[in-house]
C-alpha cells in the first residue's frame, strides 16, 4: 500500500502561526481528501487548536511534536545551530526521511533556505538553490526568480535559474518550451551590467527557448513565461510591484470615498471592483518554491493568512505530483553531457 | 536688461520630435508668457509646424538651427563623434554658452547623458551624473536615483547620489531636510550586497537625514523623501512600476467590460475612474532630471505626448528658478570641507 500525497507544515512558522496553518490544512483537506497533512509544532498547542475547530482527530491529518520555534528574525546561523528541534527544521527533515513529500513554512525565509540546504542538500549542478514565484501578466502569468535567496550571482548562477524556472513552468504549465527572459534595464548607454552580458552569453549557447532581454515591465507584459535576475534585483522588483499595487488601491479607495455621491458610484461598482481586487490579490500569488534542492519545500509570505496558506499548501502539491526535483535533475544532467559532447 | 528664463528643446528628439515638442511649447507659453523658448531642430520643418499651428513669430519661441537628429537607438559614442550638429547636441550646447538656463530632450537617454556630460562637465565631488525622478508615494511623492545611467556603481556614487537628491527635494519642495533611504532587499538572510552595506556606512556618517534601509514596496509607502539605488536597480524598479500599473489598468477595463450591467456600473463610476487614473498617470510625472551637471538637463520619455513633455518643461523652469546644481555644488563643497576638517 502506497501512503497518501504528505505534507508537512510548519505549523509555528510565520507572524502567525497555528491560526493560520491549523485552519488552512482543514480547509485543504475539505478539497482534497486523498492528502495526509502533519502539522510540525508544540503538540499541546496544535492539538488546542484542533480541538477548538472541532477537528480533533480529524481523518488526514496528524501532530509531529518539535519543541522550538525560528524567531522571523534570527540569524539563519543560530536558527541551524541552536534550533534543531524547531518546528521547521522538523518540517524539513520529514522531507528528508521521505515521511513527507514536500514541506510549507511561512517562517523566517533566510532561516527556512540554510536549513533546507543543510539538510536536503542541492541537486547535482546547483550551485545555489533559488527562490521562485509566479506572477499575474497580461499573458497570463510568470514565474521570476531569484527573489532574494542570493543577492550577489555570477552568470552560471543565472543559467541554473533558468533551467529550474524552465522546468517547474514546463511540469506545472504544461508549457513545453517555456519563453525564458533575463531581466535587464533599457537604458541605452549601457544595456547591462556584466553579469547580465555574460549570463546572456551562456544562456544563448543552450537549448533553453531563451528570448533575450526583458526590461522590468515585462515581467507583466511582455509573452515570458520564466525572468530570470540575481536575488537583490528580483526582490527589489517584488516589492516595488507590491508597493505600486498598494498605491494604487490606495489611490482607488480614496477616490471613491471622495463624497456621498461618489461613495454611491462605489457602491454601484462595488461587484467589478471584488472582482478586480480578486484578480491581483497577492493571496492567490503565495507560496513560492525554493528550487534547487533535493527536496520540495514552498515559502509561504510571513504574514499569509488562511487562504494565502492554502494556497501555499496547494502549490507543494502540485511540485509533488510533477515530480518538480527529479525533472530539474534530469534536465540539469543532460544539459551536462551537452556541454561535455560539444 | 536681464534675458527672460530661457529653456532649448530638443525639437527632434523622442519617438515623436516636433509634433509633441512644438505644440508643447505653445501650451507652455500660454501658462508663462514670461519664458522664452528656443525650438532646436531643422528649420524648415519647425517653421512649418508652427506656421501650421498658427503660430508663426509668436513671442517667446524661436528657432535654432541644426541639421542633424540623434537616433533613438544611436549609440551614445556614435552620436558624440559624429552628430555635432544634432538637435540635442546644439540644445545642450545653448546651454554650456549661457543662451539658454536649461535643455530639455526626449531623445535617447544613453547620448543625452553622454553629450551632457561632455560639453557641460559634472560638478565639482561628482564622479557620476544619475538620473532622478519623481514618484507618487501615499506620502506625497518620493525622489528615486539612480534609474540607469550608471549600472555598476561604487558606493561613494551612491553617496554623492544621496546629496543629489536630498538637494534636489529640498530645493523644489522646500523640504529642509528631507528622509533619504537606501534601497535594499528585506531577505532576512542576507540583508543587502556588499555595495549597499558600504554605502550604508558611508551614509551614516553624513548629515544627511539619512533614515537606513527602504525596500521596494517603500519607494511608494515608506515616509521617505529620496531613495537612492544603482542604476540597474533602479531602472528595473521603475519599469517593474510601469508594468504593474499598466496590468492593473488592464484588468480594470476588462472588469468593467464583462458584460452590459458592468458597463453601466463603469458608466457610472466613470469620474472617478477618470479622477483615479489622472493621478496614476506616468505623464505628470514625465521629466527626468539628470542630475551632477554643470547644468540643468531635464530628460523626457520618448514617447512622451504633448501634455508630458509640458511638464518636462515645467520641471526645467522649476530648476532653473531654484538653482539646483547650484545649490548641489555647495553642499557637495561643505561636505567635502567637513571631511577635510574631521
Known sequence: MTRPLTIALDAMGGDIGPDVVVPAALRMLERRADLSLILVGR???????????GASGRAGIVIRHATQVVDMD????????????????????????GEADACVSAGNTGALMATARFVLKTLPGIDR?????????????????????????????????????????????????????????????????????EAHTLLSKTDLNYIGYVEGDGIYLSPVEVVVCDGFVGNVSLKTSEGVAKLIKHYMSEEFRRNLLTRLAGLIALPILRAFS??????????????????????????ADVLAFENAIRIATI????????????????????????
Chains 1, 2 share one sequence.
Do not use: W
Request: include cysteine; proline fraction near 5%.
Open 74 to 97: 534570527e540569524p539563519p546561523a543560530s536558527a541551524l545551530r541552536n534550533k534543531k528541534d524547531s518546528s521547521m527544521r522538523v518540517a524539513i527533515n520529514l522531507v528528508k526521511s
Open 43 to 53: 503538540e499541546d498547542v496544535l492539538a488546542a487548536k484542533l480541538a477548538a475547530l
Open 278 to 303: 480578486q484578480r491581483i490579490d497577492p493571496r492567490r500569488y503565495n507560496g513560492a518554491s525554493l528550487l534547487g534542492l533535493n527536496g520540495i519545500v514552498i515559502k509561504s509570505h510571513g504574514g
Open 129 to 197: 538553490p533559488a527562490i521562485c514565484t509566479t506572477l499575474p501578466s497580461v499573458h497570463g502569468s510568470t514565474h521570476m526568480l531569484d527573489l532574494g535567496a542570493n543577492s550577489d550571482c555570477r552568470a552560471a548562477h543565472l543559467l541554473q535559474f533558468a533551467v529550474m524556472g524552465a522546468e517547474l513552468v514546463r511540469a506545472v504549465d504544461g508549457i513545453e518550451r517555456p519563453r525564458v527572459g533575463l531581466l535587464n534595464i533599457g537604458s541605452e548607454e549601457i544595456k547591462g551590467n556584466d553579469l547580465v552580458k
Open 319 to 342: 511540485e509533488v505530483e510533477k515530480n518538480v526535483p527529479q525533472l530539474i535533475s534530469r534536465r540539469l544532467s543532460s544539459l551536462l553531457e551537452q556541454r561535455l559532447a560539444s
